[in-house]
Each structure stands twice: as structure tokens, then as C-alpha cells.
């Protein structure tokens, strides 16, 4: 039985080779990091031979959402940056048994680890405002006690009653005008007509990163983009283990066997080469299917040309084929909740390589850091947050390509608003070529404008990237919009990816494709080890405490606003508190005054 746990016992017992597994054969539909985690976990814990395990990409290479590539005549792209941290439980399960790309005698995660801690990532001015200026948000949140209120709600509002609901819902101008939100917007993407059952589940996943969130020190990165540092390495240990990979080969459809108990995946259609073949499925055969996808559509422009917004679903792989596959059974989710609406769920990305240093005083002086020491540069995104586009960017450590020139640093820039104007370019950011992306930035990094022009022309490159689904596992949702990882009565198939149901976790995570990946594997194999549970801060009352009173910008809670009523209460529960541990425990998390 699938279960979870934490601790070390069944984190480092190994499972046994469960009955038959030389006879059972895997297909795996995508070889983003949900794929490429199943497939590991066939090979690792499942002891699956991998010569019998299929993985097919409708895509040239693998990887899904975690790119990072040079093309030839268009330069450096990176679709986005992940953020990342030590609780992605999951994440670092598997990654601690894959050697690293660049020193197979040590794991992606001692590589992670190490760099983390060596370099911890931190950032020295998180908002700026007129051209540059910090805007000394100076890692308040600026929440007042109705906006606190609204927040504790959210938290302890179950799922249930948060279906179909928004932030707007939900919150009201207290909290959508204060820092705190304008540091969660940028940092995680979401907009003011996303979910709300999402962002609770955000708040309570993330309690213990709430003191780190106004200065990123809760944030780790990766060395490289995320296609070298964390898919080539899982590529190369799944190729190594005789795991078959099948590039541009699409899976168009599956067809179930629909009983009053029972689903079975009987056969699966695939496309390659304007080709199809229809392969025959029985029990033995595993079906795991990245169904959805945020990448979807994705299209890149160039320095002189802007990045197509392409909403037609009619063939993209993992819409459509989710779309076939729903109609089957109600258990199958309901793809439309989240794709039908891209004007709610597009934002886009634009990747700068600064060819020369002309650039770098003007991000040192917003940074205060050099930008090619090989150190933290920014520390996660500073947000100009009077920008009409609400753009934020990011430098990681450079050089974030192993093969990437002398002198050039690659900056991740993106825009949470693209049909509105820029403020210096007067064009939705849509309509924008990279060069005119890069004016923008220019301007509200504070370059004088004079010089605006030349720089974008002629010292820097820029590769704008427009995701019309990026969010769109933001929008408000049911319980039952997205299929659970292991449907009722499933008996050969999962679904993986951030488009399946798994309790707790967060989407727009990597971690949260892991998981399913995993969940999915030790689920159908019944693989005698616990998957790691999503990390328990929100039953830690330490955590609890201390996200308590930062969000409170330091202030003890016995400074809040109170009737006499309430004032005569909290006197009554500080008396009975008085000389225990809890009395300890609140005032060493600041939550009452040491000298109370
Ligand atoms: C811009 C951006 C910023 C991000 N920032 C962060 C961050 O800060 N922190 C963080 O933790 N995560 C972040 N993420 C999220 C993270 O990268 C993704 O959640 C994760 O990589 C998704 O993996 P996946 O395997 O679920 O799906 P995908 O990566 O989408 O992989 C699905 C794969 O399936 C293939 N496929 C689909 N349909 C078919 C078909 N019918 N046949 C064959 N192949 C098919 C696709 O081509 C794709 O390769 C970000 C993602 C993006 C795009």
C-alpha cells in the first residue's frame, strides 16, 4: 500500500525486487522530471530492468519545463529559473543516488548541498521603483491586522471550501496592496484571479520559508540551468541502466477498459515520423502519463522578433491527448478547467546574454554585488514594482552554462502582465521583440535613456519565450479536476505531473512532479518503502510561531490590536502559561516579550 513517511528507518531500508518484476514492462508518456522520477524509480526501488522500460517525448530532447539550451542563430534560452529548497523531500530522495554531470564520484544533491552552503543565496534589494531606485521594502511584509486576519483565515479554511474560489475572493485590498503580496505574486506567479484553495495550500506547504521569503534566504539554486545540473544527469543514469528513450514520438491516445471496479489501459496509439502504431497493453504492462503541461505552446521569438502567442490546443500532446483521455472517465479530470482561458494563465520570459560589461554597473549598483565572480548575483528576482508589465528579473550564479563565453552573464527577465504597455516601450509586452523586451528592462534598472537603445541593440541579446499555459494550474479548481495519480480501480496506469492529484503538495514546483512520479511507481508496484512525506512544518509549532510573528514584522502577538474582551483573555492564558515550556517556547520565537 502506497504510504508515506518521514524519518530515517524507511528512508534508508531498501526495498525488496517486488514478485515478477522481470516480466512487467513500463511506458512512460513525457521525460520531463515526472517521466524521467518514474523511471527512476522503476530502476532504483522497483529493480525493473531497463531495457524494458519506454519512455516517449513528442519533443527532440528531454526534459519538458527544465530547459536550458543555446540554439544556433538565436542564442541562450531559459525559460524560467527554478527556486528551490531543502524540503523538496522527494527531489533530494533520487537525486542523492544520481552522480553529478560534471564528477560522477559525487550526487547531484552533494553538488547542490555543497554550493548552498558554501554561497548561500541571499539577495540585498528585493523591489525597486523609478528606474532603479531601491524601494526599501527592506524585508517587511506591511501586512496590517485585517490583512493578517484574512491570511490566518485562508490557513485554516479547509480545501473543500476553497474550491472555485480566487484570491479576490478570499483577500481584499489590505493584503493585495501590501508587500506581502507583492513578494508571493512575483516570486510564485500568481495573479489576483488565481486559486485560492492553491495559495493555502502554498501558505501551509511554505510555513517554514515565511521569515525567508523578503530576502530569497529560504531559496537554493542549482549550479547550471536546470536541463545540464538536474536532466542531463537523470538522463544519463537512466541510459545507462539500458532504459529505452524514444525522441519525437508522440502518444495520441489510450484506450481503457472502463468496469464497474476496474480500469485497465488496453492499448496506447503513438505517432512518430507521420507513423502510427497502436501497442497492446495488458496488466503487466504500467502506463505513466504526463498529462497537461504548463510548456505547452511555448514559442520562442528572437532579438528582432517577438514570441507568437499560440493558443490552439488541437495537437500539442499534452492537452489534446488528456482531452481524449478524459472523455473516458469522469475520474480522468477535467482538462478544460485549466486550459480554456490562456489570457488568465500566459505570462512570458525573456532570456538576456549581456555580450560585454556595459550593463554590469547598473546591476551592481541596484545588486551591490559584481556580477561574475561565479557568486550570488542577485540572490532570486528583484521586482520593479512600478513596472506596468510587473517585470522582475534574475541573474544566478554565472556562468549558468557550461559552454557560456568569457565576459557574458545570462539574465532571466519575466513579465506577469504581457497585454499591458511598457512604460518606456510602448507596446504590450507580447507584441515586443527581445531587443524591445530589453529596452524595457534597460529602463527600470535605471540606464539613462539615451543610452537605452544602444545597449539593447548592440551589447546585448535577447530571446523572449511566451507560455500561454504557464499557470494555468492556477486556475480555481475542484477536488476533482485533476485525476488522483492512481485512479479508483486503476490497475496498470497513473497519472503524473503536475496535472494529477497528490495531497499537501504544491504545482509549479518541481518537487511536485517528482512526487507524483514516485507516488505512481510505489503505488502501482506496491514497493515496500515509505515515499517521503510532503516536509510537516504546518504541524510544527515552532514554524507556526515564527512565520507568526515575522509576518508581523517582528511584533510579539501580544501587540495586536484587542478588545478589552480579548485582552482580558490573552491575560488569562499568559497566567497559565506562566512558568511552562510553553511560556519558553513563545517567548524564544518572539511570539511574547522576553521580559513578560
Ligand atoms: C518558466 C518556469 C519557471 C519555473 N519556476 C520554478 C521554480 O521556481 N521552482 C520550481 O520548483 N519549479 C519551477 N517550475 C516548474 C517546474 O519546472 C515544472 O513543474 C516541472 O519541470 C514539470 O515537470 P513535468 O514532468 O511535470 O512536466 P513537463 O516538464 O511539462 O514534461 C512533460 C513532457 O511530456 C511531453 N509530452 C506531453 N505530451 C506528450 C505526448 N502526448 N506524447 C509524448 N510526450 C508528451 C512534453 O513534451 C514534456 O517533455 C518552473 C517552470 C517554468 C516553465
Redesign the pocket.
Given at each position: 500500500m502506497l504510504h508515506y513517511g518521514s524519518g530515517n528507518y524507511e528512508a534508508f531500508a531498501h526495498p525488496r525486487k517486488p514478485e515478477g518484476i522481470e516480466e512487467k514492462h513500463a511506458y512512460i508518456?513525457?521525460?520531463?522530471?515526472?517521466?524521467?522520477t518514474a523511471a527512476i524509480c522503476l530502476v532504483r526501488d522497483a529493480q525493473m530492468p531497463g531495457e524494458n522500460i519506454h519512455i516517449?517525448?513528442?519533443?527532440p530532447i528531454?526534459?519538458?519545463?527544465?530547459d536550458g539550451y543555446q540554439y544556433p542563430l538565436l542564442g541562450y534560452t531559459m525559460?524560467?529559473?527554478?527556486?528551490?529548497d531543502n524540503h523538496?523531500e522527494v527531489m533530494w530522495d533520487i537525486l542523492r543516488d544520481i552522480p553529478s554531470i560534471e564528477n560522477a564520484d559525487y550526487s547531484v544533491l552533494d553538488e547542490y548541498y555543497w554550493l548552498n552552503k558554501d554561497d548561500p543565496n541571499y539577495s540585498l534589494c528585493r523591489v525597486t521603483e523609478k528606474q532603479g531606485q531601491n524601494a526599501h521594502t527592506d524585508k517587511k511584509f506591511n501586512v496590517n491586522q485585517k490583512a493578517q486576519e484574512q491570511l490566518l483565515k485562508l490557513y485554516l479554511t479547509p480545501e473543500k471550501d476553497l474550491e472555485d474560489l480566487t484570491m479576490m475572493d478570499v483577500f481584499d485590498e489590505d493584503v493585495l496592496n501590501s508587500n506581502f503580496w507583492l513578494y508571493w505574486r512575483t516570486m510564485f506567479a500568481f495573479e489576483n484571479w488565481h486559486s485560492a484553495l492553491e495559495m493555502k495550500r502554498y501558505m501551509q506547504r511554505f510555513i517554514h520559508h515565511i521569515g525567508g521569503l523578503p530576502d530569497f534566504s529560504a531559496l537554493r539554486f542549482t549550479k547550471y540551468n536546470?536541463y545540464e545540473s538536474m536532466i542531463l544527469p537523470m538522463v544519463k543514469y537512466l541510459e545507462d541502466h539500458g532504459v529505452q528513450f524514444h525522441y519525437g514520438?508522440?502518444?495520441?491516445d489510450v484506450q481503457f477498459v472502463i468496469r464497474e471496479n476496474e480500469k485497465l489501459a488496453e492499448s496506447l496509439t503513438l505517432s512518430h515520423d507521420g507513423k502510427t502504431e497502436v501497442v497492446p497493453l495488458t496488466e503487466k504492462d504500467l502506463l505513466f502519463l504526463?498529462i497537461g503541461?504548463?510548456?505547452?505552446n511555448s514559442s520562442f521569438g528572437s532579438q528582432n522578433e517577438p514570441a507568437v502567442m499560440n493558443t490552439d490546443l488541437s495537437d500539442?500532446?499534452?492537452w489534446?491527448?488528456w482531452k481524449k483521455i478524459a472523455k473516458q472517465s469522469d475520474d480522468f479530470g477535467h482538462p478544460e478547467v485549466f486550459c480554456s482561458e490562456p489570457e488568465k494563465t500566459n505570462w512570458e520570459?525573456a532570456t538576456v546574454e549581456t555580450l560585454d560589461e556595459e550593463v554590469f554597473p547598473y546591476i551592481k549598483a541596484i545588486t551591490g554585488r559584481d556580477v561574475l565572480t561565479g557568486h550570488v548575483v542577485t540572490g532570486g528576482i528583484v521586482t520593479a514594482k512600478d513596472s506596468s508589465w510587473l517585470l522582475s528579473w534574475t541573474i544566478n550564479r554565472q556562468p549558468q552554462f557550461r559552454n557560456q563565453p568569457d565576459g557574458h552573464a545570462l539574465v532571466w527577465v519575466?513579465g506577469l502582465f504581457t497585454d499591458r504597455e511598457g512604460d518606456y516601450v510602448k507596446k504590450p509586452m507580447r507584441d515586443c521583440t527581445g531587443e524591445e523586451i530589453c529596452e524595457e528592462w534597460l529602463y527600470h534598472i535605471g540606464v539613462p535613456e539615451d543610452k537605452i537603445h544602444d545597449l539593447a541593440a548592440n551589447h546585448c541579446n535577447t530571446i523572449p519565450c511566451m507560455?500561454p499555459f504557464?499557470t494555468a494550474f492556477f486556475m480555481p479548481r475542484q477536488k476533482d479536476d485533476r485525476p488522483l495519480v492512481r485512479p479508483k480501480g486503476s490497475k496498470n496506469f497513473a497519472f503524473?505531473?503536475?496535472f494529477a492529484e497528490t495531497p499537501r503538495d504544491t504545482?509549479?514546483?518541481?518537487?511536485?512532479?517528482m512526487r507524483?512520479g514516485m507516488e505512481a511507481v510505489y503505488d502501482l508496484l506496491d514497493i515496500e518503502r515509505a515515499v517521503p512525506e510532503v516536509w510537516g512544518s504546518v504541524y510544527d509549532v515552532r514554524d507556526m510561531l515564527k512565520a507568526a510573528v515575522h509576518l508581523r514584522d517582528g511584533k510579539p502577538l501580544t501587540e495586536m490590536e484587542m478588545n478589552p474582551v480579548e485582552k482580558l483573555a490573552i491575560h488569562e492564558v499568559l497566567k497559565k502559561i506562566k512558568d511552562t515550556d510553553i511560556e519558553l517556547l513563545m517567548k524564544e520565537y518572539g511570539a511574547i516579550p522576553e521580559d513578560l
Open positions: 508518456m513525457g521525460s520531463g522530471l515526472a517521466g524521467l516517449y517525448e513528442k519533443d528531454p526534459g519538458g519545463a527544465m525559460r524560467g529559473g527554478r527556486e528551490m523538496f536546470q514520438t508522440k502518444m495520441d504526463t503541461g504548463l510548456v505547452e500539442d500532446g499534452g489534446s491527448t520570459s519575466y507560455m504557464v503524473i505531473g503536475q504545482i509549479f514546483t518541481t518537487e511536485y512532479s507524483t
